[in-house]
């Protein structure tokens, strides 16, 4: 904010400054003839200037010479000649050097001093001269041919004489002055035509270098003398060209506005603005140049028709850069119209390219802020990409580093396994061996004591082999849930029908209490792969005379299984880890009780896929206490739904 009002007031001074260097007058005195005669001999021209008002005699077409006070409006003057003399002799007191302005006279014209003719111009030109008075005496004579409907001939901008070389000076100061403004104006516009290359996207470069191209092209001819030195043309052309840049001035100005402000027109809008700019063009080109002055304010309307629209739509508010170029355009508007259909004097009649100078400042800050904004945007996605590409290096990181975890329990998961498959095989075929040869003297008991513990074996393998398998399924996606309510009794008697014998013939005291009025929701097919992995893993870690017991909770929707043990327990750091894949506590435990280190991973992803959970409590040589929660509801409640 406090950045946008310092330039803003460095932009205004820099435009008081131009003003008050170019625009304003310099000490200057206003003479009065009297009768074509005016008298300085008692005038101080040291450091001054004297503007040659008063009455001078002035003849057409060669008749009498009449009596005219300037500056006044000369409508009375124009009709049907060719020729005007303005005549004006001046007493001084020396003989000392005089430099004299002579202002633009908008056609052919000769300036005779004494009898001496020191100024002639076919084109429109403004020059200073330098002259010795005779005696004290100046007779000057300014010869003035006009053809066409338009006011011509010397207007209100009357000439000035000061001492030399005081106007020679002032002038070239001013011309210096404006030389660096129209210099600026090409290098801003030079500049965007650049960015316009660097970025083909972005149209509002070319127009805003167009937009400075021709107003670098109005001022030329508004300053006369600046373009008649290059381009030497017949008026009514000079006339053409000049409205011509004014009309095409307006028609970028029209859609740089569209641009910066983002306005969309309708079909009917844009029809009007069309045909406005259509017929300002083909009267400038075509019609009499006194039409052709007078249509160039409908290639106004335009430019009004959208500062209406921006203000309508309030777009400009809360925006600086927006409201100031907004002002600019109001101003420029006015300045255009002044100079168009008001004869102002020299002195003050360029202050309407300070105007001009103002808008196209007003623009440059607007692109200038837009391109800055776009930067600053650029930058932040930058700085933004390469936090996203920090972060997604350390997460790839870690997740390689996850996969070579992953990997290494892999190697040694498949290893387990070999071993865990060779080992039972091994016995199975050993024992089958035994129970075949019939030399082997065996009593009944022996055989069924091999048996039985061929048969444990069998077991083990067909536990391994199903977590495998489901642990494939769980990875690829496949395990699909088919949940349905069933009584809590029922689950807690199939528990005890076929884990019951097996825990209590290894010793152990094996207790179930539950809730008959609960029923709980699951997959009962998959639910019994958890109770299978938690209740083995109880009985492998839980010594022989050891205590494994199964109760309930029901409360809030909720039933909470608890299946604890009192067997060897688990260190705290390893609880966090205990229910990730392939995670094993020990490989001495895992290689004594034959555990893969995916029991409990697919018991965890089991319970969680049917909406439940699943925790785990353990202190060493206390034991283990595993909490499974389902959605339950009492038997009462379902039977009522």
């Known amino acids: 904010m406090k950045k946008d009002i310092l330039f803003i007031v460095l932009l205004v001074l820099s435009c008081v400054y131009v003003l008050v260097f170019i625009c304003l007058p310099e000490n200057q005195i206003f003479g009065n003839a009297v009768n074509g005669v005016l008298d300085l001999r008692n005038k101080n021209l040291s450091n001054k200037s004297i503007k040659l008002n008063g009455e001078w005699l002035v003849s057409i077409d060669e008749g009498e010479s009449v009596s005219v006070n300037f500056p006044q409006s000369q409508s009375v003057l124009y009709g049907a000649g060719n020729r005007a003399v303005y005549k004006l002799t001046i007493l001084t007191e020396t003989d000392d050097d005089l430099d004299m302005f002579i202002p633009e006279i908008t056609d052919t014209c000769e300036v005779i001093i004494n009898g001496k003719s020191v100024f ?18 100046s007779v000057i004579e300014i010869v003035s041919e006009y053809r066409f409907n338009v006011k011509i001939g010397m207007r209100n901008s009357l000439p000035k004489i000061s001492l030399s070389p005081y106007l020679t000076d002032t002038g070239v100061k001013r011309r210096l002055i404006l030389g660096f403004v129209l210099g600026e104006f090409l290098m801003i516009g030079f500049y965007h035509l650049l960015l316009y290359i660097h970025s083909p996207k972005e149209k509002i470069y070319l127009v805003f270098f167009l937009m400075c191209l021709f107003e670098v092209g109005q001022m030329l001819f508004e300053t006369h003398s600046l373009i008649s030195w290059v381009l030497p043309l017949d008026i009514e052309v000079y006339y053409r060209i000049y409205l011509t840049m004014i009309c095409l001035h307006g028609i970028f100005m029209c859609i740089f506005t569209s641009f910066a402000f983002g306005l969309s027109h309708s079909k009917s809008e844009k029809i009007v603005i069309t045909f406005m700019f259509t017929a300002v063009t083909v009267s400038v080109l075509v019609l009499p140049l006194s039409f052709a002055i007078a249509s160039i304010l409908l290639g106004y309307l335009p430019i009004l028709i959208f500062v209406i629209k921006i203000f309508a739509g309030g777009k400009h ?31 003050i009649y360029m202050f309407p390219l300070v105007c001009g100078l103002f808008m196209i400042l007003s623009q440059c800050y607007l692109l200038s802020r837009n391109y800055l904004k776009a930067l600053l945007d650029v930058e932040n996605l930058n700085r933004t990409l390469e936090n996203q590409v920090l972060e997604r290096t350390r997460e790839l990181i870690t997740a390689n580093k996850e996969l070579q975890v992953s990997q290494n329990a892999i190697k040694e998961m498949i290893g387990d396994i070999s071993h865990d498959l060779k080992t039972p095989l091994t016995v199975l075929g050993q024992y089958l061996e035994l129970l075949d040869d019939e030399n082997t003297d065996l009593n009944d008991d022996e055989k069924s004591g091999y048996i039985h513990v061929a048969y444990n074996k069998n077991l083990s393998m067909q536990r391994l082999i199903q977590n495998l398998f489901e642990a494939t399924r769980i990875e690829t996606g496949q395990l699909q ?158 039977a009522d739904i």
């Open 317 to 347: 508010r809360n925006n600086r850069p927006l409201l100031l170029y907004l002002v600019s355009l109001l101003l420029f508007m006015l300045s255009g119209a002044v100079k168009l259909y008001i004869e102002l004097p020299y002195d």
């Open 481 to 638: 849930y088919k949940l349905e309510w069933l009584p809590l009794v029922d689950l807690l008697t199939d528990i005890e029908d076929k884990h019951g014998k097996y825990l209590r013939d290894r010793g152990l005291k094996f207790s179930i209490k539950g809730d008959s009025e609960t029923q709980i929701r699951l997959d009962i097919l998959k639910f019994w792969n958890v109770i299978d992995n938690l209740l083995y893993n109880a009985a492998r870690h839980t010594p022989e005379g050891g205590a494994i017991s199964i109760t309930t909770k029901s409360e809030n929707g909720k039933c909470e299984i608890y299946f604890s043990d009192t067997g060897e327990g688990m260190a705290e750091e390893h609880l966090p880890h205990i229910f990730e894949r392939f995670y094993k506590v020990s490989k001495a435990r895992s290689e004594s009780g034959g555990d893969s280190g995916i029991g409990l991973y697919i018991a965890k992803t089991t319970v969680e896929g049917m909406g439940g959970s699943i925790s785990v409590e353990s202190a060493l040589n206390i034991g283990t206490c595993f909490t499974v929660t389902l959605e339950a509801n009492t038997i009462y409640n379902i």
């Open 120 to 137: 002639k111009t076919e084109q429109i030109r403004t020059g200073f001269v330098s002259f010795t008075p005779s005696a004290g005496i």
